[in-house]
Every structure is written in structure tokens, then in C-alpha cells.
């Protein structure tokens, strides 16, 4: 990461081989600020796909574009994003998601009123709008997984707790929300900020078929 924010926000946005839906993905931002950058990770895709991408790409002023000279994997490439990020805040939407209507600026005003590093993820069970919860077991015994995309964390939680671990390569993302809970505030949010699309090349149906999965999560 830079040693200096020089955005509030960091749009993270790691991808491999697709174009059609990263372009979706930066779309759904929908908000032209100079408070937010938009972060993409092309993890060595094939050259035309990389050359699709970044064609695609010149029209978004607010996205800066990078490319891995051979692929790492995905947990290493989300940690390419994060080595890349100048924001006060992170945010990670996977390449084949999106984020709701009005979900960024709903973020920004969370952050903004929020006084200390902290985790903000949507918990769609709350019953309440918005819960803040203190760092700790509780928290994490608490915490319902959220999916990959539409979390946010401080960028003080990266300089004290470090990336995601490539340890974990199918549950870096459930592993890392864990961790931060153990030590910092929780902010969990009832509307969801990113939605899940189903699809047949979706990693997670592939994950699920991996003999080792179940020892991973």
C-alpha cells in the first residue's frame, strides 16, 4: 500500500480472464469522486482478454489498471490489489459481482461517521439497520460469514494484522474477517452493499467440488 492515502476509498477489483463482467463490476460503482479510486489486478490473463480489459478500461478515469506477468492465484492477487491501494479505506468486489444501487455512497457515509479502524460488513439476519459490535470472541463468535464482495476495512488493519493468507486458498476471505474481529470494532450493516451472481463458471461451484474443501473451511 502506499505509505500516504491519497483517496478515501480503494475500489479493489481482482480478476483473471474475464472483461465483460469487470466492466459490470466498475459500473456498479457508479461514483465519479475524487475521494475513490478504483483498483483492478489482472492476474496474467490471457493476451487478448488482458487487451479487451484494458481498452475497455480507458473510460473509466477512475480506475488504475494493473497486470500480474504470471498468474499467482487468486488469494495472492487479492494481496496484489491491496499492495497496490492509496485509499483510508478498502473495499473488495469480486470480478464477477457487483454492487447495489446507491451501495458506495451508503459506504462512504459509514466510514465517515465511523471514528476508529474497523471491519464493516452486510449481516442481512440483523434487525436493525446498522449494529456496531466491539472487537472480540464474541464479535467473531457472532459474525455471520458474508460473502467475498462488499466488505470494508481501514487500512490500519492491513499495517497492524497484514493481507489475506495464501494459506487458505479456497476461505482466505472467512479467515481474514475472523482475524480482524479478534482485534478491532465491527460494524455490521442489514441492506447489502454487493450482490452474489450465480453463473456456471462461478468459482465457488468449483470450490465446492474440490476433495479438500471441507478441510480448508
Known amino acids: 500500500m502506499a505509505d500516504n492515502p491519497e483517496f478515501f476509498l480503494s475500489v479493489l477489483i481482482p480478476t483473471w480472464n474475464r472483461f465483460e463482467s469487470v466492466l459490470d463490476a466498475v459500473r456498479s460503482v457508479a461514483l465519479e469522486t475524487e475521494d475513490v479510486e478504483i483498483v483492478v489486478v489482472d492476474d496474467g490473463s490471457d493476451e487478448s482478454v488482458s487487451n479487451s480489459l484494458k481498452n475497455g478500461l480507458k473510460c473509466f478515469p477512475q480506475v488504475k489498471l494493473f497486470r500480474n506477468e504470471a498468474n499467482v492465484g487468486m488469494v495472492r492477487n487479492w494481496n496484489k490489489c491491496l499492495s497496490h491501494a492509496s485509499g483510508q479505506w478498502m473495499g473488495i468486489l469480486r470480478d464477477d459481482d457487483a454492487y447495489c444501487k446507491g451501495a458506495i455512497a451508503r459506504a462512504l457515509s459509514i466510514m465517515k461517521r465511523t471514528a476508529e479502524p474497523s471491519l464493516i460488513v ?3 439476519s440483523l434487525k436493525v439497520s446498522e449494529l456496531r459490535c466491539v472487537g472480540g470472541k464474541e464479535t467473531v463468535r457472532e459474525l455471520k460469514l458474508p460473502i ?14 497484514g493481507v489475506f ?5 479456497y476461505s482466505a ?11 478491532f470494532p465491527v460494524v455490521k450493516v442489514k441492506a447489502p452493499f454487493a450482490v452474489y451472481k450465480k ?9 465446492w467440488r474440490k476433495p479438500d474443501f471441507l478441510e480448508q473451511i
Open 165 to 169: 493468507d495464501p494459506n487458505f486458498p
Open 148 to 161: 467475498v464482495s462488499g466488505n470494508f476495512w481501514h487500512r490500519r488493519i492491513v499495517e497492524e494484522l
Open 173 to 183: 476471505d472467512a479467515e481474514y474477517w475472523y482475524r480482524i474481529a479478534t482485534r
Open 199 to 207: 453463473h456456471a463458471t462461478n468459482y465457488m461451484w468449483a470450490t
Open 122 to 124: 452486510q449481516d442481512p
